[in-house]
């Protein structure tokens, strides 16, 4: 990496081998940064994508890409911690980058051109479904194929599809793009989804790029949401346009709303110019008459769970009453679904015994889940698939909402709601784990431990790293120990938190879990509990001295070193951490305050020093138990030598009166 400190002069090093070009940024990724890079064994272009702040890169698709390219793909070649473009490069405050070749040329969007249907099939779909079906076959999506991430180099040949991988998967597609259910979730909170998802984002491009521009641009996502689920997808994006034949079927198969319905990629890599069947593409199912909730009427189930995700509070009302079920009944004449909603409901006055918030929360993610099972799981007004949980933990919204979720494993019960479509034991085992990671003890758990461990690739986002950006757990300690050195002894606080302490179990396994359970949360924390962690990481990755952390931890011992009672052995301790600390040596500091001979010495010392002291008490007692005897004993001695005396001077005196 640059050791100037003016990054835009002297790029930054990714991996020792990209430089990443500050004055030349690429607008190709809706929105998020995007630089030029290079690499000097290799005259071919390339690009560096910046993760936006506060999410993590989707680490199972860089896993599984990285040295396994596929054609017609901009994969990964790449990925780590660097300085910024333009920011200072001395280490403080890096960005994460994912390095893609550079594309080969414009997007689709750029040419703003209206494309044939032979274009379409020959240059666009056929290749695009070749690659949608190589990553099928590794059991990976895309969930970022749009007119403006596709890319060719000039008109006629086949395009390329653009990159996918440095933010959540479909974070940066539109409403327009994606379905319904798709669209209806925050951009972080989607999911990895299926392939079924990638082809109909792959129908929509097609739609766009034959209509030559973007229809419903006018309205907002939830508009658009609505306007899919109450029409259909291809009627509501097409409206009153005309496409080919071709194409309109091609695009009316691949936006079929059951994902079940939409060819498989391998199809849609070979199709022809012959129809496609749609038998079973059908409209939504409408009722003869409106049900209102809040200011507007639904006509169709799906509609109707959309609005009790949106209402919830009037929702349950309506639930309660028997609305919904008589609506399901007579204007829709269906019975089965209305049976499963009063059971719900019945379900839900047991549960409002116990937590009447928790039970109208359970009721409204089950009716949703009831109306439409392809819909996704709704919790106190926020939608998301579970696979979306991580990135929207990370993203830090609704972080309330996202606890309750995983305390009550609701999950668990939605998954059983959606009549076959979702492994509800895997759910379960899921949601219990998701459980235990919230509810563990101390740094253990948390929310945490829950969002590094959802997110593997999440940098430590602790503040006691002092702004660096690390995803490898080989750079943490050299990193707390820089930011311990910048402060003065006073200044700098005890260097380990929630963040990363979740941080190391994530990226070190479960061997530090007893001692981070232990430690309590806050400032009150136990200092030789610290230095025992991160004393064995120490020992574990060598990373050479920590002068700073060990200076900061041996300021805090004071409490450690008074449980040694002996003067002289505390003495030479002090002398011994003194030389220790100087040298950065936190397991030889950790060694000396816990050696096992040094503690049995001063235990025994302090042993006999109590046997001492009480042999001394038991003498002390003794004399004074005595006192009361001796005094007795003295005051007849003295009574009888008073009578001597006595005696002896009326002798003496006879004497002298008989002698005359």
């Known amino acids: 990496m640059s050791t100037t400190a003016d990054a835009s002069r002297e790029p930054g090093l990714l ?28 005259p071919g272009a390339f690009m560096a994508i910046e993760v936006p702040a506060r999410m993590a890169p989707r680490a199972a698709s860089l896993r599984a890409l990285l040295g396994a390219p596929v054609p017609g793909l901009l994969g990964p070649l790449a990925h780590g911690a660097v300085a910024p473009p333009g920011r200072d490069s001395a280490g403080r405050d890096p960005a994460w980058f994912v390095i893609c070749a550079a594309p080969p040329g414009p997007s689709l969007a750029a040419e703003r051109s209206q494309m044939t249907a032979r274009e379409l099939v020959v240059d666009v779909l056929r290749p695009a479904a070749s690659v949608l079906a190589r990553l099928a076959e590794r059991g990976l999506t895309h969930r970022g194929i749009r007119p403006d991430n596709l890319f060719r180099a000039r008109p006629g040949e086949p395009v390329v599809l653009g990159p996918a991988w440095a933010a959540p998967p479909a974070s940066r597609q539109s409403a327009l793009h994606e379905p319904p259910y798709v669209g209806i979730c925050p951009p972080s909170g989607r999911g990895e989804g299926t392939i079924a998802d990638d082809v109909y984002a792959l129908g929509v491009a097609l739609l766009v790029l034959a209509l030559g521009r973007e229809p ?234 829950l969002t590094h461990g959802l997110n593997p690739m999440l940098p430590c986002r602790s503040p006691l790293v002092g702004g660096r950006k690390l995803i490898d757990i080989r750079s943490l300690l050299p990193a707390l120990d820089a930011a311990a050195a910048e402060r003065t002894e006073t200044e700098a606080p005890l260097p380990m938190d929630a963040e990363t302490a979740a941080f190391i179990l994530v990226h070190t396994g479960a061997n530090l879990e007893a001692e981070l359970a232990s430690v309590a949360h806050g400032p009150e924390a136990p200092v030789l509990t610290v230095l025992r962690v991160l004393a064995r990481l120490q020992e574990s990755l060598r990373p050479g001295p920590l002068p700073g952390l060990a200076r900061v931890l041996g300021g805090r011992l004071a409490s450690a070193l008074s449980a040694w009672r002996e003067r002289r052995r505390r003495a030479a301790l002090h002398e011994r951490l003194a030389v220790l600390i100087a040298q950065g040596d936190l397991v030889a500091m950790l060694g000396v305050l816990e050696d096992p001979e040094g503690r049995a010495a001063d235990a025994e010392g302090m042993r006999r020093a109590a046997l001492a002291v009480q042999r001394i008490d038991a003498e002390l007692a003794a004399i004074a138990a005595a006192g009361p005897a001796r005094a007795e004993t003295a005051r007849r001695l003295g009574q009888e030598i008073a009578a001597g005396i006595g005696l002896v001077a009326v002798a003496g005196t006879l004497a002298v009166l008989a002698l005359g």
């Open 216 to 449: 419903l641009a006018a309205l907002d996502a939830a508009a658009i949401v609505q306007r899919k689920l109450a029409f259909g997808s291809f009627a509501a994006i097409l409206g009153e346009d005309r496409l080919p034949p071709t194409i309109g079927d091609l695009a009316r198969a691949m936006l079929a709303e059951d994902p079940a319905h939409r060819p498989p990629p391998s199809l849609l890599a070979e199709a022809a110019f012959g129809r496609i069947g749609t038998s079973a593409v059908r409209p939504p199912r409408r009722a003869s008459e409106p049900l209102v909730l809040g200011a507007e009427e639904v006509l169709e189930p799906r509609s109707l769970a959309r609005l009790l995700g949106a209402m919830p509070q009037q929702g349950v009302r309506l639930l309660r009453l028997g609305a919904i079920d008589r609506w399901l009944r007579r204007s829709l004449g269906d019975i089965a679904v209305a049976h499963r909603i009063e059971e719900a409901v019945t379900l839900h006055e047991r549960e409002a015994l116990e937590d009447e918030a928790r039970a109208e929360s359970f009721l409204t993610m089950r009716a949703v889940a009831i109306l439409d099972p392809l819909a996704p799981l709704c919790w106190r007004g926020e939608w998301l698939w579970p696979d979306g949980l991580g990135p929207l933990l990370a993203e830090g919204n609704a972080l309330p909402a996202l606890a309750d979720l995983v305390e009550t494993e609701a999950v668990a019960s939605w998954a059983a709601c959606r009549s076959g479509r979702a492994d509800a034991m895997l759910a379960q085992r899921q949601a219990r784990h998701h459980r235990m990671l919230l509810r563990y003890p101390g740094w253990a758990g948390g929310l945490a431990r």
């Open 15 to 42: 991996a020792g081998l990209y430089a990443i070009d500050p004055a030349e940024r690429l607008p190709v990724t809706d929105g998020a940064a995007a630089f030029r890079a290079s690499r000097a064994s290799d």
